[in-house]
């Protein structure tokens, strides 16, 4: 599920250049996440092909995500 979302966020440059100003200016706590291997192998193509690291594909997921639940209420 995680996967799809980040393939379906499709993070442009100002969505990356966003991020980084955000954990700029914010506190972050770190988390961990167990993945699937699979699930590994896909962040790392992503990562090549987009030029962003693993850890932020995650948090762009995670808060188009949360966006996305915060509008069903």
């Not at 966003?18 to 962040?43: E, F, I, R, W």
């Not at 995650?58 to 996305?68: E, F, H, M, P």
């Amino acid at each position: 599920m995680l996967i799809t979302a980040i393939r379906e966020a499709n993070l442009s440059r100002v969505d990356q250049r966003k991020s980084a100003h955000a954990l700029k200016t914010v506190n972050v706590k770190p988390v961990l996440v167990y993945l699937t291997h699979a699930q590994h192998a896909d962040l790392q193509k992503l990562k090549a092909k987009l030029d962003v690291p693993v850890s932020e594909q995650i948090r762009t997921a995670i808060d188009r995500y949360l966006k996305q639940m915060e509008s069903r209420k």
